[in-house]
């Protein structure tokens, strides 16, 4: 968690996990005194927009027209994809009807279901609850069907690049998942960000339209707040907070002081 702060205004910015294993403490020393002290709670998506991010998925991920999933892999890939399909609760993904980019999230969310991670226990759940009880207001900075367009907007060759990379990763996925989950937990920013930068530097599209030109839409929102008064909680995805091109980077290169506060 980073802290820009002025004469009358604190905004804080927590980097979280969207999905956590049951029992993980996160609300303690800073964090949970920055829960106490914000006047309002930023996520990625509102509460009204996280409810309706389900229902834009189903609209938005099937494709045109079916194409199986083994026209789209190659052979290791589509065998690795193939095993993680298998897993868990056994569920086949219906991949052969949705478009690449919503296979990759099927995948990803098997491999979390695998690796005992619940967004129930998830940093967000746990802070709406938290606000929602202090009556205090939560907003979000996009909308459920702009956040999944970033992806159903990728050009196809792209989208391939990143399904393919998913699917030749698959038997590693629950593996890097627990690794991942376990470098937030203890505070490891280098770690994560070793693991965010290898998982999207190969495909520079997807880097730039999912984590690079959000941040600094954000960014410029977070320049705005800090012209009025408050205390702020912003919770977003760990990767928009690390790296040099992390939200606390590009507000430093603006000219804000930002301090890792835990």
Same mark, same amino acid.
């Given at each position: 968690?980073?802290?820009?702060? #002025?004469?009358?205004?604190?905004l804080?910015?927590?980097? !979280?996990?969207?999905?956590?294993?049951?029992?993980t403490?996160?609300?303690?020393?800073a964090?949970?005194?920055?829960?106490?002290?914000? #006047?309002?709670?930023?996520?990625?998506l509102?509460?009204?927009?996280l409810?309706?991010?389900?229902?834009?998925?189903?609209?938005?991920?099937?494709?045109?027209?079916?194409?199986?999933?083994?026209?789209?892999?190659p052979?290791?890939?589509?065998a690795?994809?193939r095993?993680?399909?298998?897993?868990?609760? %056994?569920?086949?993904? +219906?991949?052969?009807?949705?478009d690449?980019?919503? *296979?990759?999230?099927?995948? %990803?969310?098997?491999?979390?279901q695998? &690796?005992?991670?619940?967004? &129930?226990? +998830?940093?967000?759940?746990?802070?709406?609850?938290?606000?929602s009880?202090?009556?205090?207001?939560?907003?979000?900075?996009?909308t459920?069907?702009?956040?999944?367009?970033?992806?159903?907007?990728?050009?196809?060759a792209?989208?391939?690049?990143?399904?393919?990379?998913a699917?030749?990763?698959?038997?590693?996925?629950?593996?890097?998942?627990? &690794?991942?989950?376990?470098?937030?937990?203890?505070?490891?920013?280098?770690?994560?960000?070793?693991?965010?930068?290898?998982? *999207?530097d190969?495909?520079?599209?997807?880097?730039?339209? =999912?984590i690079?030109?959000?941040?600094?839409r954000?960014?410029?929102?977070?320049?705005?707040?800090?012209?009025?008064?408050?205390?702020v909680?912003?919770?977003?995805? !760990?990767?928009h907070? =690390? +790296? &040099?091109?992390?939200m606390?980077?590009?507000?430093?290169?603006?000219?804000?002081?930002?301090?890792? *506060?835990?």
């Amino acid at each position: 968690m980073w802290l820009v702060e #002025d004469n009358d205004t604190r905004l804080y910015m927590l980097g !979280t996990m969207h999905a956590l294993p049951a029992g993980t403490d996160w609300d303690e020393g800073a964090v949970g005194k920055a829960v106490a002290a914000a #006047d309002e709670l930023v996520l990625e998506l509102s509460p009204g927009e996280l409810a309706a991010a389900g229902g834009e998925f189903q609209q938005l991920a099937p494709r045109d027209a079916p194409l199986p999933i083994d026209r789209r892999l190659p052979a290791p890939a589509l065998a690795a994809y193939r095993a993680l399909e298998a897993s868990g609760n %056994g569920q086949p993904f +219906g991949g052969d009807a949705l478009d690449d980019w919503a *296979v990759m999230v099927a995948m %990803g969310q098997r491999a979390a279901q695998n &690796a005992r991670l619940s967004p &129930a226990d +998830g940093v967000e759940t746990g802070l709406m609850a938290a606000f929602s009880a202090a009556g205090k207001p939560i907003t979000g900075l996009e909308t459920a069907r702009e956040q999944l367009m970033l992806f159903e907007t990728l050009d196809p060759a792209t989208q391939r690049a990143l399904l393919t990379k998913a699917a030749a990763g698959a038997g590693k996925a629950v593996a890097e998942v627990e &690794a991942l989950t376990a470098a937030w937990s203890r505070g490891d920013v280098k770690a994560l960000e070793a693991m965010v930068n290898e998982d *999207v530097d190969t495909v520079p599209a997807a880097r730039a339209a =999912i984590i690079t030109e959000r941040n600094r839409r954000w960014t410029a929102w977070a320049s705005w707040r800090m012209d009025r008064p408050g205390t702020v909680l912003v919770a977003v995805g !760990t990767g928009h907070l =690390i +790296g &040099a091109e992390g939200m606390p980077a590009m507000l430093a290169a603006k000219g804000y002081k930002v301090v890792r *506060v835990q």
